[in-house]
């Protein structure tokens, strides 16, 4: 059970759908309690739109979608987003409570966020004895007491007491960096189960003469690209690409990327407007036959976070550009997992974040310099650590 599914493109929604793709086709029968696509348009997207309750069911049978009704808000807030994930816990409730009816389940996989979802989960193994894994993909309430999402302050006892009861009950609980797994080990005192996120090695990988690729986008071959790829929210501190963007007009090559959507992105295309940047692109979400190559063409790919989100979150978009050998420039403090992995294994520049002179000045230097070896090394990481079968084959093993 979780909020974001198939046919989600990006985010959690993009692994969930993997994940239980892949179980599929390996032959395990799927159920799967999920809402209406929505992310990260903010919006239910067609031929969803104005359905109430909806189920579906494909590859012969073995793979059922039961889809919940939900508030979806325009522009998301701290307490939209509360009644937002309420509001799907309460039409999930009345299908979980259907689901007692039927037979049984071998195991129940909860997905976080919405932690609370872990309620109805250990609802489900109250009746039907099923064992429960937690996998925890945000560190949701910590994230938001860091970035200040939510007040008044008094309500984080709340939640926090909440989320301990279900770290407790679950069978096995599961995260997705060494540095999460630290943080909800403090939690609960107990194992913690390291379950990455992976990539799919054999549909993403390097391109030889990216260069010719850019012209597909509009692009000069000569021109330097700094993709932002991903959600466009409070958490990444987009806002300061704008203002990089006006201090590189001088760097004619040098282009600023944005792709993707997200609640912030009218504002910040108002703001390149408003300083008639003609140096920042801002781009939809781009479709999987072609995603690949349009990872391939960026010379630089930036991966933000602010500084007080440093292991409460684990970018999902570094899987893909790791796997076609991009140049990843992270914002991370160091002793992070982000920092650690990029700086161990020499496949990146990491700095420190909410720095924009360190930014711009990173920027520049690498679309200045090729980073070869960053690149290849980033691709040698994916094949070793990230790769799909690999993962998911062990999480069933372990099942």
């Not at 520049?364 to 070869?372: L, V």
């Amino acid at each position: 059970m979780g909020i974001n599914s198939l046919p989600e493109l990006t985010g959690i929604g993009k692994y969930t759908g993997e994940m239980i793709s892949w179980m599929v086709a390996q032959g395990h029968e799927v159920t799967m309690v999920t809402s209406f696509p929505y992310y990260p348009y903010w919006k239910v997207q067609a031929p969803y739109s104005g359905n109430f309750y909806k189920k579906e069911v494909l590859h012969k049978g073995r793979l059922t979608l039961y889809r919940c009704p939900m508030y979806v808000p325009a522009k998301p807030t701290g307490l939209k987003r509360l009644i937002h994930e309420a509001s799907f816990f309460l039409s999930a409730f009345l299908v979980i409570f259907r689901l007692l009816f039927k037979p049984r389940h071998d195991v129940t996989i909860s997905i976080a966020p919405p932690f609370h979802l872990g309620f109805l989960a250990l609802f489900y193994r109250f009746f039907k004895k099923t064992p429960v894994i937690y996998h925890i993909q945000d560190l949701q309430i910590d994230a938001a007491k860091e970035l200040k999402i939510l007040k008044p302050e008094a309500i984080f006892s709340l939640l926090f007491g909440m989320e301990k009861f279900i770290l407790k009950r679950a069978d096995i609980v599961s995260t997705i960096s060494e540095g999460m797994q630290k943080k909800v080990k403090a939690k609960m005192d107990a194992d913690v189960v390291l379950f990455p996120n992976w990539v799919d090695t054999i549909n993403f990988y390097p391109v030889e003469n990216r260069e010719l690729l850019k012209p597909n986008w509009g692009f000069a071959t000569t021109d330097k690209l700094v993709l932002y790829a991903g959600s466009i929210g409070e958490k990444q501190g987009l806002d300061s690409l704008i203002r990089i963007a006006a201090k590189l007009v001088d760097h004619a090559d040098i282009k600023i990327v944005i792709c993707g959507t997200g609640p912030f992105k009218e504002v910040l295309m108002q703001q390149a407007k408003d300083l008639a940047l003609t140096n920042v692109h801002f781009l939809p979400l781009q479709e999987n036959n072609v995603f690949n190559d349009f990872l391939n063409m960026a010379d630089v790919h930036l991966v933000l976070q602010k500084g007080d989100a440093s292991d409460l979150v684990m970018p999902s978009k570094l899987t893909t550009i790791l796997a076609v050998g991009g140049l990843p420039l992270v914002t991370a403090k160091p002793q992070t997992t982000l920092h650690d992995v990029i700086d161990k294994h020499k496949m990146g520049l990491v700095i420190m974040p909410e720095d924009e002179v360190l930014l711009t000045d990173a920027i520049i230097k690498c679309c200045a310099e090729p980073y070869t070896q960053e690149r290849i090394n980033a691709r040698n990481y994916a094949m070793e650590y990230l790769d799909k079968d690999g993962i998911l084959t062990s999480l069933t093993n372990r099942i």
